[in-house]
């Protein structure tokens, strides 16, 4: 784990990366990645399977929320699904009911929520990963970790080709056959592969140069073809 990463940040990012790896099995786990849409922000970790990108933003026990909904809408952008991993400090006091009751106080029940948020993850995953039902033959809304099903034909978001440096781009360019030359500019190259290609090819090419890409903090790259 980098030094300036909390230990309280590594155990929740440790669970999310595990859970990871169990629903996308192909995908190749970043962490810390860049990206610009909507502002700069980095992604904490990104699972990128063949043609699938998972973002995920995690809030440890000693981080606030004040900045999540630029760094969702940030993820947005260039993701299919989105995760906001939160820290259980973050839940909020609601009355309920028996079935779904954390605990019960001077008579009414009451279970602990996710806070209002003003952004809209696909899921929020609480740490640690529990059910918190005060009867076992209660729900619990919070457990298990929800993901979505894979997404096999659907594009990436327009800000995701953002995620790409020039030097990948510029390979993009030619697996797919769009003219680029050593002058063409990042902008260029973005609005010759919009232009000339589909969301299918792009999806699968801005999957294939992140798998490929060599990270500090990563798997293995992936050499694929785009």
């Given at each position: 784990?980098?030094?300036?990463?909390?230990?309280a940040e590594?155990?929740?990012?440790?669970?999310?990366?595990?859970?990871?790896?169990?629903?996308?099995?192909?995908?190749?786990?970043?962490?810390?990645?860049?990206?610009?849409?909507?502002?700069?922000?980095?992604?904490?970790?990104?699972?990128?399977?063949?043609?699938?990108?998972?973002?995920?933003?995690?809030?440890?026990?000693?981080?606030?929320?004040?900045?999540?909904?630029?760094?969702?809408?940030?993820?947005?952008?260039?993701?299919?699904?989105?995760?906001?991993?939160?820290?259980?400090?973050?839940?909020?006091e609601k009355?309920?009911?028996?079935?779904?009751?954390?605990?019960?106080?001077?008579?009414?029940?009451?279970?602990?929520?996710?806070?209002?948020?003003?952004?809209?993850?696909?899921?929020?995953?609480?740490?640690?990963e529990i059910?918190?039902?005060?009867?076992?033959?209660?729900?619990?809304?919070?457990?298990?970790?929800?993901?979505?099903?894979?997404?096999?034909?659907?594009?990436?978001?327009?800000?995701?080709?953002?995620?790409?440096?020039?030097?990948?781009?510029?390979?993009?360019?030619?697996?797919?056959?769009?003219?680029?030359?050593?002058?063409?500019?990042?902008?260029?190259?973005?609005?010759?592969?919009?232009?000339?290609?589909?969301?299918?090819?792009?999806?699968?090419?801005?999957?294939?140069?992140?798998?490929?890409?060599?990270?500090?903090?990563?798997?293995?790259?992936?050499?694929?073809?785009?």
């Amino acid at each position: 784990m980098p030094a300036y990463r909390s230990s309280a940040e590594g155990e929740i990012r440790e669970a999310v990366v595990a859970r990871l790896r169990e629903r996308r099995p192909d995908a190749r786990i970043i962490h810390e990645i860049n990206v610009s849409t909507y502002g700069p922000n980095r992604i904490d970790v990104l699972a990128v399977s063949p043609t699938e990108i998972i973002a995920v933003e995690v809030k440890s026990s000693k981080d606030k929320l004040d900045r999540l909904p630029a760094q969702v809408g940030a993820m947005r952008g260039c993701a299919h699904q989105v995760i906001a991993a939160l820290h259980e400090k973050f839940l909020v006091e609601k009355p309920t009911n028996r079935g779904a009751a954390h605990y019960k106080r001077d008579g009414l029940f009451y279970l602990r929520s996710t806070p209002d948020l003003d952004c809209r993850p696909d899921s929020v995953w609480v740490f640690p990963e529990i059910k918190r039902n005060m009867h076992e033959d209660g729900w619990c809304h919070l457990a298990p970790w929800q993901l979505a099903t894979a997404k096999f034909d659907a594009p990436l978001p327009a800000g995701a080709i953002d995620l790409l440096w020039r030097d990948e781009l510029a390979w993009l360019c030619g697996s797919l056959g769009v003219a680029a030359s050593r002058r063409t500019n990042m902008g260029e190259m973005v609005s010759a592969l919009r232009w000339n290609c589909t969301g299918r090819e792009i999806t699968k090419g801005i999957c294939t140069a992140l798998r490929r890409r060599i990270c500090t903090e990563a798997d293995p790259a992936i050499e694929e073809a785009a």
